[in-house]
């Protein structure tokens, strides 16, 4: 499965985004003195993020920026849900094939008005759905340290990370 992706997007006609009537964009604004900022703008996506952000070596440029997993992506758009229907933060626990990622960037292309060759892709991040002979949070509670990095488990306890910059 593809867990998450951020993908740059190169000339994409913004005016027709921020006109789709899928996506609500959002803005920002000094709470002090009102004043209304035009970029960056974000809206969400079926479990992903889409966002106007202005360039700062060329004003009046904007680049467009897509985040989130296209897994989960793919199946809200196709109405699969969680088992235990908690589905806040999306589902990728089933199969993501490679006919079901080549609609997925089919559907991309139509939603941005662009081809694939405008999406420059930045990361991926992959992962396996895989069934495990041994309880696995009994693994995840024994990590502790990675390359002197404490780790951070969700809330839940069901998901867990090393925080490393690239």
């Known amino acids: 499965m593809i867990d998450y992706v951020k993908i740059y997007l190169r000339d994409v006609n913004v005016a027709d985004l921020l ?7 959002r803005g920002r604004y000094s709470s002090t003195t ?3 900022f035009d970029y960056p703008l974000e809206s969400d996506y079926h479990c992903c993020k889409i966002e106007l952000l202005e360039s700062r070596k060329k004003p009046q440029t904007v680049h467009v920026v897509f985040t989130g997993s296209i897994h989960k992506m793919w199946n ?6 969680s088992p235990s229907r908690f589905h806040s933060t999306g589902f990728n626990g089933n199969p993501f094939t ?8 089919i559907h991309l292309e139509t939603l941005f008005g ?3 060759g405008q999406m420059d892709l930045q990361n991926v ?10 309880n696995p949070m009994q693994f995840i509670s024994g990590l502790m340290l990675h390359r002197n990095k404490r780790i951070s488990l969700s809330e839940d306890g069901h998901y867990a990370q090393f925080a490393h910059q690239q």
């Open 19 to 25: 006109n789709h009537p899928d996506l609500d964009f």
């Open 34 to 36: 009102g004043e209304h």
């Open 76 to 81: 809200s758009i196709n109405g699969i849900d």
């Open 98 to 105: 490679l006919a079901d990622l080549e609609q997925t960037i």
């Open 114 to 116: 662009c081809d694939r």
């Open 125 to 134: 991040e992959i992962g396996m759905n895989v069934e495990l002979p041994f």
